[in-house]
DNA sequence: ATATTCACG
DNA sequence: ACGTACGTGAATATC
């Protein structure tokens, strides 16, 4: 088999060549095995995951089984018959435990049918811009993304015990006193527990009912409602929420981090998964990456502890409102574009806009209402969603919304627009051509009573070009990082922003590469009628790393 | 397996 | 009358 030295050392040249097609379902997984063992692969070809993925994105999963059912009309040998039951915890044999013949047989199953689905549904994507986004885009991406995995990233584990160990301490403490508010011990992890606590014995008001069951809720939101009341039993929500909160960044982070390092490497090696977000998005799991704590003091210890090569830098390179200069350039607002050519304050901007006053008069209060206005724009927002986020009445947020669009027109018209173009098609497109299917959208509804296919079609457009942007730029970057010879890697990608590591003396010139590569190339290719702008940073961890400015040091 | 909650962009 | 902003992944408890 496979296995065996003298094998690989044959198959060594014909991996290597880029001349020579490849193809597999997940075939970066193969990418993974075989460097692993020393081996690079060139010359990748084709995927039908990936292939499935750009034509039915949002599906639950694009996996062989499903397709070969799908496509082929074959169902596949379930590999649960070779080595024992599907489980993440429980150990499973492993190939070489198995006998050869039953081995070959599966692996030659598994083998024809991604050759079969490959050669369908390569057909299927029917030149572009489809087929270009998967032969120019998505296909030489699952090499950049086997790198990342490939490279993963060094983690302070001393620290983070420090860190656990504060956080358990903490936890025995406020759980101490939580019992003492509640009147007697309890599982505050146990939701029917804490519902019976709150609302039953301490009686204090139910805020609101959850989604699916209708029980109570007790989240963030709930809790601090709970707590700004100032009723008898109000000091137990406040305790809760801080319980909630360490526990939550304890048992995510703090204590499953260090697990996942890997000891020969003594890295983490994430995964970037490729064929999961149905807008275009990459995402991240075992562990996601792309979740790690940032808004709150507790949880930006954690990201202290997220470390580049012994001796090197980390760089981090973010997308500066990407999103809102996007829709500036798909809306063709020609105020948005100014705001963002001449590189003013967009959120400061449209508070002037909406509350009627000179741009230097705006207040942070301002500023900040405006800034989730913004936002919700991009998500196809309706007046009740903006009024929850500000906590106003309805009516002021529609007042909101109707001063808006008075300003920027051009916004409605283009949400009209595409809200039409997917009722036709049955899709919305990004800027690359690429496809996400929505169904219910219906004619003419407005921002009131938008639904949810409504919100989903406005927001993809926006959300999969950005997606699509910083997966081009990973790949230039990728090139240029070969082309220059340069030793600095790239190590995680958080939708807008690209993390690498440097050796000493190479900072600047990744600094340079990676600024350019995520800007000009793609305002030209794209013919963008906005300006990109990268925020580029360097420290000695995920946490300080401080601001780059151009032409300095 | 499902529901809830909460971490991120 | 009601559920209401888009996209994810992980931990926990309960069924």
């Not at 790949?475 to 922003?497: A, F, K, P, V």
Request: hydrophobic share 40%; aromatic share 6%.
């Amino acid at each position: 088999m496979l296995d065996s030295a003298p094998t690989l050392e044959r198959l060594r040249p014909i991996f290597a060549d880029p001349n020579i097609a490849k193809l597999n379902q997940n075939i970066k997984y193969d990418l993974l095995v075989l460097r692993g063992r020393g081996v690079e692969v060139h010359g990748v070809s084709g995927d039908p995951m990936v292939a499935d993925y750009l034509l039915h994105a949002g599906e639950r999963t694009h996996n062989l089984e499903e397709l070969a059912r799908r496509y082929l009309n074959h169902p596949m040998v379930p590999i649960e018959d070779l080595i024992g039951k599907k489980s993440k915890k429980q150990p499973q044999l492993r190939m070489d435990q198995v006998a050869v013949d039953r081995v070959a047989a599966y692996a030659g199953e598994d083998a024809d049918a991604a050759w079969r689905l490959c050669l369908h549904l390569e057909s299927r994507l029917e030149g572009p811009p489809l087929r270009t986004l998967y032969d120019e885009l998505e296909i030489p991406l699952i090499e950049v993304l086997a790198e990342l995995e490939y490279n993963g990233i060094r983690l302070d584990k001393k620290l983070l015990k420090r860190v656990g160990d504060d956080m358990g301490r903490r936890l025995e403490q406020i759980e101490k006193e939580i019992y003492v508010l509640a009147g007697r011990p309890f599982n505050i992890g146990s939701l029917p527990q804490l519902r019976k606590v709150l609302f039953e014995e301490l009686k204090l008001p139910i805020q609101g009912k959850t989604g699916v069951t209708g029980a109570p809720s007790t989240d963030q939101e709930t809790l601090e409602k709970l707590a700004a009341l100032g009723l008898p039993g109000s000091e137990l929500p406040r305790k809760i929420l801080e319980q909630r909160q360490t526990a939550k960044l304890k048992s995510t982070y703090v204590d499953a981090l260090p697990e996942m390092v890997n000891p020969a490497t003594r890295r983490i090696h994430a995964s970037f998964n490729q064929t999961v977000a149905a807008t275009g998005r990459l995402s991240s799991s075992d562990p996601n990456l792309q979740n790690i704590p940032v808004r709150s003091e507790q949880g930006r210890e954690i990201r202290q502890a997220f470390l580049p090569e012994e001796g090197w830098r980390l760089l981090t390179a973010d997308y500066s409102q990407i999103e809102l200069r996007l829709l500036a350039h798909f809306t063709d607002d020609e105020a948005l574009q100014r705001a963002f050519a001449e590189d003013h304050d967009v959120h400061s901007l449209v508070a002037a806009q909406i509350f009627g006053v000179e741009e230097g008069l705006v207040t942070p209060e301002m500023r900040r209402m405006a800034k989730t206005v913004n936002f919700g724009v991009i998500y196809g927002m309706s007046g009740h969603g903006l009024a929850v986020r500000l906590g106003i009445s309805r009516d002021e947020a529609n007042r909101f919304i109707e001063a808006y669009f008075a300003r920027y027109p051009k916004v409605l018209d283009y949400q009209a627009k595409l809200l039409e173009e997917c009722m036709r098609t049955g899709y919305v497109s990004t800027i690359l051509g690429r496809r996400r299917a929505i169904a219910g959208v219906r004619s003419k509804s407005t921002y009131q009573q938008r639904n949810q296919p409504e919100r989903e079609a406005i927001n993809m457009e926006i959300q999969g070009s950005a997606a699509d942007l910083i997966k081009l730029a990973m790949l230039h970057i990728h090139q240029r990082l070969r082309r220059d010879g340069l030793r600095s890697r790239m190590l995680m990608q958080i939708h807008d922003e690209l993390v690498f590591e440097a050796p000493p003396g190479e900072l600047k010139q990744l600094a340079a590469l990676v600024k350019e590569e995520m800007t000009t190339p793609l305002e030209k290719e794209l013919s963008l009628r906005t300006p990109l702008k990268v925020e580029l940073a360097a420290g000695p961890n995920w946490l300080d790393v401080e601001e780059i400015v151009e032409g300095e040091g």
